[in-house]
C-alpha cells in the first residue's frame, strides 16, 4: 500500500491542478482529489502557494482553502 500525506487545496469537494496537457498547453482548475497533486505542507500555507507570483490563476485559488489530506493506493492482484 501506497500512503501519501500532505495537502490540497480545495473547494466544494474538487481539488486543485491540472485538468489538461498536451505538451503545448496547460489548462488548471478543480478537479477528483483522487487525481490531484498533493503538496508539501511546509511550503502550502495558503491556496496561492501552489501557483506563481503574478499568476492570473490567484483569483481562484484565493477562493479555496489548504486541507490536509492523506490518500491511499493498494494494489489488489487476483482479486477474485
Same mark, same amino acid.
Given at each position: $500500500?501506497? !500512503?501519501?500525506? &500532505?495537502? $490540497?487545496? $480545495?473547494?466544494? +469537494?474538487?481539488? *486543485? +491542478? ?7 498547453? /496547460? %489548462?488548471? &482548475? *478543480?478537479? =477528483?482529489?483522487?487525481?490531484?497533486? !498533493?503538496? =508539501? ?5 495558503? #491556496? /496561492?502557494?501552489? /501557483? *506563481?507570483?503574478? %499568476?492570473?490563476? !490567484? ?16 494494489? !489488489? /492482484?487476483? #482479486?477474485?
Amino acid at each position: $500500500m501506497k !500512503i501519501e500525506r &500532505g495537502v $490540497m487545496v $480545495m473547494k466544494g +469537494g474538487k481539488a *486543485w +491542478g491540472v485538468t489538461y496537457e498536451d505538451g503545448h498547453s /496547460t %489548462s488548471y &482548475g *478543480w478537479m =477528483d482529489p483522487e487525481d490531484a497533486p !498533493i503538496h =508539501d505542507p511546509k511550503y502550502c500555507k495558503k #491556496p /496561492t502557494d501552489v /501557483t *506563481w507570483a503574478a %499568476s492570473y490563476l !490567484i483569483p481562484e485559488l484565493s477562493t479555496g482553502t489548504v486541507v490536509p489530506v492523506e490518500r491511499r493506493t493498494e494494489v !489488489i /492482484t487476483n #482479486p477474485g
